[in-house]
């Protein structure tokens, strides 16, 4: 098990530090926040950035954004269709009522320092992360009629890959379920990590309908009636996997 805290022996430029300190659950992962999204959601009103900054930013933790150490923004009732609510925090917070004129400067991530001081407790994770795989692989590889490896684009599943491209044989096969409402970027992705991985199979799978076709349909997902993932992920993946690794002739 790990933890994180800030790194403060930097003044933030190295971002958070991982810890093995016992008692603590992760019950929610932090992520990296870039330009792109600082400009979407509206944040650059009190940020001061180069929107080509390839580097991280800020640090977001659910609805909630950090820098250095110190929570400075919130999205409150976020709905689609509405104007983001903003809550500043901090030193962006208003000052009994005054509007709020100066910006914050930003400075990036060191990402490479923040890598190599985090590297020894990241080692041994990676290192535990390979075991499980591959002692799940052997588990339930005669319990299962095909093992592959799930990827979405994210940035999780690019590292979920890579470690499984450590452990498990090269037949195994990369299947991505395209929805055909994926962002330019993830297909972007999508077609570097293949030529990253040669000998290993990659599969882009779809619905025979559209995406708006079925939700004209089916009606928008909800929690009550799910359908998107498995019309859309899941039954086009099984499908292509018979066909693919099994050899089954589909009846169309």
């Known amino acids: ?24 659950f992760v019950a929610s992962e932090i992520r990296p926040v870039f330009a792109e999204e600082l400009t979407l959601m509206g944040l650059a009103e009190r940020l001061m950035f180069d929107p080509a900054e390839r580097c991280p930013l800020l640090w977001a933790q659910r609805n909630v954004y950090w820098y250095r150490g110190e929570q ?10 509405k104007s ?19 910006k914050k400067n930003l400075v990036p991530v060191d990402v490479n320092a923040m890598v190599a001081k985090n590297s020894v407790i990241m080692a041994a994770l990676v290192a535990d992360t390979l075991k499980r795989i591959k002692e799940m692989y ?8 095909t093992v592959y490896i799930g990827f979405s684009g994210g940035k999780d599943s690019v590292v979920l ?4 491209h450590k452990v498990l044989p090269l037949d195994v096969p990369v299947v991505f379920s395209d929805t055909d409402m994926e962002l330019p970027d993830t297909y972007y ?27 004209r349909l089916f009606g928008p997902p909800s929690q009550a ?5 498995s019309v859309h992920k899941s039954t086009p993946a099984i ?13 169309t």
């Open 189 to 215: 992705v999508w077609k570097k990590t293949k030529s990253r991985y040669k000998g290993r199979p990659f599969l882009k799978v779809s619905a025979k309908t559209s995406a708006l076709e079925n939700w």
């Open 239 to 251: 499908l292509a996997l018979k066909v693919t690794v099994h050899g089954v002739q589909l009846v």
């Open 138 to 145: 052997d588990a339930y590889l005669e319990k299962c009629d």
């Open 72 to 81: 400075i923004a919130k999205l409150n009732k976020t709905q689609c269709g």
């Open 161 to 164: 890959l890579d470690l499984c």
């Open 84 to 102: 983001l609510d903003i809550e500043w925090k901090g030193s962006l917070s208003e000052n009994d009522g005054v509007k709020f004129r100066k």
């Open 1 to 24: 098990m790990y933890s994180y805290d800030w790194d403060r022996s930097t003044r933030g430029t190295h971002g958070f530090r991982l810890t093995t300190q016992t008692g603590k």
């Open 225 to 229: 009636l799910r359908w998107c993932c």
